[in-house]
């Protein structure tokens, strides 16, 4: 029996279409290739994540050299202004021709205008790129919230709580993963990159909630963070306090009281 037992765990393990048959007299199929596809969208949004992350670094390099280039027109125009001044002077000195004085005036003022107009240009550039970086994060922001609220019911559901997921949009707050049964309600936060600010904010969402619409609550609260990156202040804190902290894969840190 023993052989028999590990043959068979061998199989589980090695062969994915023997898996998904098992899994599919088990009513999972569809669920375990649902995260086989949300595991491989997690691992192109954490390399989207780490892309963009070298985007911001360069635009953040080219915000300091749009820096240093007002700063090196604003030298520009002071000495070109100084320059006008002195051709002024000369001109009351010596008499000098004032038709040649006023095309070296036109002159400046041409070189001031184009510098003028490199400038506005470069700043239209570095607009235009932190437009498309921010588009890429909200894409980004709506897929792993999408990814929590599919991976969360699972889990409940594995652990024998049949709970709804989504959102919870109130008139002054809003709260991006919750679900509540009877006896139980969850209030949590997705989020690529989980810092100990997703537990202040789930902890400030509960007080408004029991303060502003207690009926939302339940007697048993489970506090979820749903995260790609899970950074290590919040684990501590997880830890600590009691928090369910999980991505697409598994726990990260498991659930108190659920099973």
């Not at 041409?110 to 550039?125: H, V, Y």
């Not at 963070?225 to 902290?245: C, H």
Request: charged share 40%; with cysteine; aromatic share 6%.
């Amino acid at each position: 029996m023993d052989s028999l037992k590990r043959e068979f765990l061998e199989l589980l393990d090695k062969d994915i279409e023997f898996r998904y048959t098992v899994a599919g007299y088990l009513g999972l199929s569809e669920i375990l290739k649902r995260l086989d596809t949300l595991t491989e969208e997690q691992t192109r949004l954490a390399e989207e994540q780490v892309r963009h992350g070298v985007d911001i670094k360069a635009i953040m390099e080219e915000q300091k050299r749009l820096a240093e280039e007002q700063k090196r027109l604003a030298e520009e125009q002071k000495r070109l202004a100084e320059e006008q001044k002195r051709l002024a002077e000369e001109q009351v000195r010596h008499g000098v021709d004032i038709k040649a004085v006023m095309e070296e005036q036109t002159k400046i003022w041409e070189e001031i205008q184009k510098l003028r107009e490199d400038f506005n240009r470069g700043f239209k550039q570095l607009d235009a790129r932190l437009s498309r970086v921010e588009l890429t994060l909200e894409k980004i922001t709506l897929d792993i919230e999408e990814e929590a609220r599919i991976v969360v019911k699972y889990r409940l559901r594995d652990l024998g709580y049949d709970i709804e997921v989504g959102s919870l949009i109130l008139p002054d707050m809003e709260i991006n993963l919750y679900g509540a049964s009877d006896e139980l309600c969850i209030v949590g936060e997705a989020s690529v990159r989980a810092s100990s600010g997703a537990v202040d904010k789930i902890n400030r969402n509960i007080e408004r909630l029991r303060t502003l619409y207690p009926n939302k609550l339940r007697p048993k609260i489970v506090k979820i963070v749903y995260t790609s990156l899970a950074l290590p202040d919040m684990l501590e804190r997880a830890e600590k306090e009691g928090f369910w902290v999980l991505k697409a894969t598994g726990d990260i840190v498991k659930p108190r009281d659920l099973g």
